[in-house]
């Protein structure tokens, strides 16, 4: 990714090329994580929550409830409301294996392929017309993801329309949350990316969830500016978008 041009006898790849390849890391990279809580689930005959697997894997409960919830649309979880022991408290809903056999999928070296695959895919592009297209891709993600929220409504404010951009991406394993910044502007800050190490070597998919924030904030309130402040291919803990009118 050193920005030259494709290498001879090599194609530029097309938008819905390069967001094809994107997604399939995306949901290679979510595997892994599932696989451990549909293991625990098997553990506690009695069923789990989303916040006892939030806390036992160390995730924000949105992220936590959606593996689980994944793992129940998918068949190998029930899914039910149970009432507090002794009555008191709210009912939580409570996720419990389908089967006493533990029953896993596995294809092995996927994971191993499709970072390949994506490396090589990212490699036949110049690094800022990539940075260009990941971004676009979000943002056309981004827009399809607030459609579904609240199709052709733009009446939020500004902080609504983020707070609701932060809980979307949330459910999307990012663990996001919208907070103050420096001055007027305001932020995500996500301390999870689902993409795992893939955007650590190719930091360019950084770009798709700036494109994301930019896609979504313009269909539920209108044109904004988003840049990345910090990220982990940046060394950064946690990925930054500042966000401004």
């Known amino acids: 990714m050193d920005g030259t041009s494709p290498q001879p006898g090599s194609r530029e790849l097309s938008p819905t090329e390069f967001a094809s390849a994107v997604t399939a890391i995306t949901s290679a990279f979510g595997d892994p994580t599932r696989r451990e809580i549909y293991l625990y689930a098997h553990e506690h005959g009695d069923g789990i929550t989303a916040g006892e697997t939030a806390q036992r894997f160390d995730l924000h409960a949105n992220v936590a409830r959606h593996h689980l919830d994944k793992l129940s ?69 981004g827009k399809a993801m607030a459609d579904a929220i609240e199709p052709g409504e733009t009446h939020r404010s500004f902080r609504g329309a983020l707070h609701a951009v932060a809980d979307a991406l949330s459910a999307h394993g990012f663990a996001a949350r919208a907070e103050k910044a420096e001055g007027d502007n305001l932020q995500i800050i996500a301390e999870h990316c689902p993409f795992g190490d893939a955007v650590v070597e190719h930091p360019v998919i950084c770009a798709v969830d700036r494109g994301i924030v930019q896609g979504m904030l313009s ?27």
Do not use: F
């Open 73 to 141: 649309s998918g068949g190998y979880l029930d899914a039910a409301v149970a009432k507090p022991s002794g009555g008191v408290g709210r009912p939580s809903k409570r996720y419990r294996a389908t089967a006493p056999e533990v029953k896993l999928e596995v294809k092995v070296r996927h994971d191993d392929i499709l970072v390949s695959l994506l490396g090589r895919a990212l490699a036949l592009l110049p690094r800022e017309k990539a940075e260009q297209m990941a971004e676009q891709v979000g943002v056309e993600y």
């Open 219 to 245: 269909q539920l309130y209108g044109p904004t500016a988003t840049d990345t402040a910090s990220s982990k291919p940046q060394g950064d803990a946690i990925c930054v978008t500042h966000v401004s009118l």
